[in-house]
DNA sequence: TATGAATGAGAATTCATTCAT
DNA sequence: AATGAATGAATTCTCATTCAT
């Protein structure tokens, strides 16, 4: 269990934990858990890893692992709610007064680069998972429903629309990449999304100025 | 084993199997395990599948996988390449005199969304496992850097050109959706893809005719 | 832990018992998990049953099943002691001045097969463990040998009449039978019992009659 | 496997095994762990035993079990069927011709009591799973109702009646006993298992001469 | 070549038991 | 005394792989 909230799981996992097991409480273990997880499957994936992977990660025994989830895709889900909840969390003010969806849709992106950036763990998770969580899915529907609707983005099928952005995002996470340039790498990703979207080449620019705008002011 | 070359394996394919291979030669049961496989893993992804599943799919004894394929891994690489075969020798000649490498790119994606529409557990296969194959990648990548080069789109990066083409059409192919107008949502996706990677709308357009037009010559 | 030394643990134990914890002293409890293990046993026998079930049946946690047993086994054998325990005690004042072994005998099967009637989970408990207590056991046993000395059965090996006696009560218990006729039912062992340990009729109606006069003095 | 039909399962059962399993068939296999699995419920019980016992003592691997089992309780089925329909076979000429249902009855418990001497182990099978078998109980049944509907016995009940012979054979089997005048014990208690079910002592006396008639016979 | 049988290594799962609070 | 958490030792179960026929 971290110590201090930005601690994060790695080599002197196992005995990081067993020092810290005394004023652990079950909700403690169960985030250090799925904090290890994420690195396994930031690394492996979602299908290839076995409970002893897990429980290794984390220091504790395979039988403790069931006392907290039933099957490794049950950790898989509480691994990824976990990540995407803090990334929406991180997003929610930043367009709580945004109504372009355009905007909206680009801000959000944003997030999970951004935050794919500065925790390469969390972009390799991503990649290998697929999916930026139930919330995160929700929220980007609802933008992609809105932009449709006011006439944005010329695909106006939503399932297809949010296949393709998901799909760039995950293929895009997923190819290895030098880590100098990553901004403007990912500005070019959410550019090329909202293209593909079919988004008009202005509401394009504003967006990602937008995005530049921000991302001053949040660092 | 199929007795004509366009019998698909199905409920029937043990009987069918132990009827036809009294005169089986060794290429032939090979090519029945892979078109077998195929369907295997169109629906149940790259991963899950077990040995038992291929052998008892193509109505053949464990054993008897071993005799053609040493891992799931190789057996799934044998199908990757069947099928992109398959479709690469179809794009070729329909590309042969094109120098355009966006017109190229939307040609070899019309084939290859063509062949899913026709035949939905390629499809299903494809979208599965998330690859078009090596030999189809090689030749999306030339096309791609050549279009680079000449500057038909602003995505200068080979890399991340080829993950955004191929996340689109992986997700786009993982997406359920109705079989009816499923040209033009293929249409769709290739013009999104083209836009994604910036190529310029007349010359977006004018793929797409070409392959309206080739469409029509190919049926 | 009951309020009332006849209330029966049933869906409310959990409850019941962490509002009476406070005032409970160790024996409570430990007749408590006793009084819950019996339901257990009766319904799943004595080899299935896990340590857990025991601890959630009475509402307990399975650490505290360790302060009052050390095994299942252990708390099986508190179980039969603690219920073979009451029914000899009210066998005993019946047959405190009876010297014929047969109505010695008859009367004590008859308290089990009464108890089973009026508690039938107490029937199905012995039905289930397949023993009456090791205290039980004695008095049978010394009942036996006299009949034998006097000539009263036929069956001479006292192991051999034991194990007949009680295979018939045991298996007469496991049988599911409807509720009415009870009575009957169980004079019908009785009956068979002695008749297969050899004892004569007019002994056996003799020992018969003297129960339905008991019974009719104890209700 | 055994070479020869009546070798018998022992120490040395593992390595007979694999110098034998050259022309082993599925068949074979699967009787050789079910003969071996007799020993072990009849030493055990049918609960105790885990997979690795029945795999141990027939010298296969574990992996080997689930091949012919799913579970410790399909295997006891198996040898319960494997036992009883042994029996039964040897009962069935005996009887053919018999109308009497308590000499029916008289000569399948002798039967049963004749093997269980013969060979220990089955009689510590019996005892230990307390059951005779599927196809034993329904011809049992098919006597006990016969007798029922003739007068013969006194107990009208037929589950009841089922219960008490079996109650009394299997707690006669259970308990240990010197293997002299095992002849006169079977006797005895086939004599109580009709004075229990209310058979009239001519037709026991009768039944019990038959009995040992056809023991001479059989001999 | 094709196969049924057997298997060992490993992965999943259960459960009795200990310990600090 | 009671407990929640953690655990190691079985035990169950799966599956890739080998082998004799």
Redesign the pocket.
Known sequence: MPKTKHSEPDVAKAEH??TA??????????A?IIQCAIHVFAEHGPDA?????F?KA???????????F???RELLDAAVATLSDDVISSIAPLVAGESDPIIRLATGAWMYYRKAIVDPVFGAFLGSVSSIGPLGAEHARADLRAAIEQGEITIHDIDLAESIALGIMVFALRTPHASDHAKERAITVISATLAALGASPPRIRKALRKIEQLDLGAR
């Open positions: 934990h067993r097991i005394g004023q652990a409480q079950r909700a403690k273990t169960r250090w890893p076995v409970i002893d992977d429980a984390a220091g504790v025994a395979r039988s403790t692992f069931y006392t907290y039933q099957t490794t």
